[in-house]
Nanobody
Framework: QLQLVESGGGLVQPGGSLRLSCAAS????????IGWFRQAPGKDREGVSC????????NYADSVKGRFTISRANAKNTVYLQMNSLKPADTAVYSC?????????????????WGQGTQVTVST
């Protein structure tokens, strides 16, 4: 059974950092393009950061550029999202997704497999 499991979310103060992990089971991430998405209450899901299967291409939403970094550790079958200088506006449920041969990075419908998500709350 193909499964993605996110971890690393939590409550953090503004300006703080978190590292999210997306671990795969039942399949190898090596050949999959991976994306991190988030959805805040009352808002549509948006692409945050995405990475190609080779790791050679990455994509970031304008709102997180310079603060978030996506990386992949294929040997651990895991993709990470390092989030620094967090803001209250970053509060959302963060989910990772995977698919092969994505044509448009960070476009929701391009991704086939989804995790359940992890809550990130940035607040004092």
């Amino acid at each position: 059974q193909l499964q993605l499991v996110e971890s690393g979310g939590g409550l953090v103060q503004p300006g703080g950092s978190l590292r999210l992990s997306c671990a795969a089971s039942g399949f190898t991430l090596d050949y999959y393009d991976i994306g991190w998405f988030r959805q805040a209450p009352g808002k549509d899901r948006e692409g945050v950061s995405c990475i190609s299967s080779s790791g050679g291409s990455t994509n970031y939403a304008d709102s997180v550029k310079g603060r978030f970094t996506i990386s992949r550790a294929n040997a651990k079958n895991t993709v990470y999202l390092q989030m620094n200088s967090l803001k209250p506006a970053d509060t959302a449920v963060y989910s990772c997704a995977a698919s092969k041969n994505v044509q448009a990075m960070c476009v929701t419908y391009e991704y086939e497999y989804w995790g359940q998500g992890t809550q990130v709350t940035v607040s004092t």
